[in-house]
């Protein structure tokens, strides 16, 4: 879990941005991606849950490695 540290600004009264020291900001950043990647993963993962399969030992036997 991040620790962060925002500032909170008003406009007319109402909660209307939030600052983050830079450092902080870069690590949500990398969460966010990391969890854009994950997502993809399992997107694919799923997606390829029933592809065909060749086992490495036929691949060798039909390139006589």
Known sequence: M???NPSILEHDGKKA???????EFQKVREELEDYEVLKDLR???????NAPVTLLSSVREE???
Not at 43 to 49: D, G, H, I, N, R
């Open 17 to 23: 941005f939030v600052v983050l020291p830079y450092e």
């Open 63 to 65: 390139l006589n490695i």
């Open 43 to 49: 997107a694919a993962k799923t997606e390829e849950m």
């Open 2 to 4: 991040i620790t962060l």
